[in-house]
């Protein structure tokens, strides 16, 4: 029998997954950036849910579009 080679042995970059924490390779992930699919909808439902949003800054407050719109009518 021959042994395996090193390359065999050698995976592409490992990651955090942030859903859940745990560290694995990316060739061992259908769902990069992700550990899994579950963790891939985990993070999915949290965004439809609001409880992640990305930061904005700028803008009007809503009550300055309300007025503008009113006053537009």
């Keep these: ?12 970059s490992s990651m955090r997954c942030g859903t859940c924490g745990r560290a694995f390779y990316l060739d061992e992930t259908n769902s990069p950036p992700f550990c899994s699919e579950r963790c891939k909808l985990v993070d999915l439902r949290r965004w439809i849910d609001e409880e992640i949003t990305l930061p904005h800054e700028g803008g009007p407050d809503e009550g300055q579009i309300s007025d503008s719109i009113s006053e537009n009518l």
């Design 1 to 12: 029998m021959s042994e395996p080679n090193q390359s065999d042995k050698m995976h592409t």
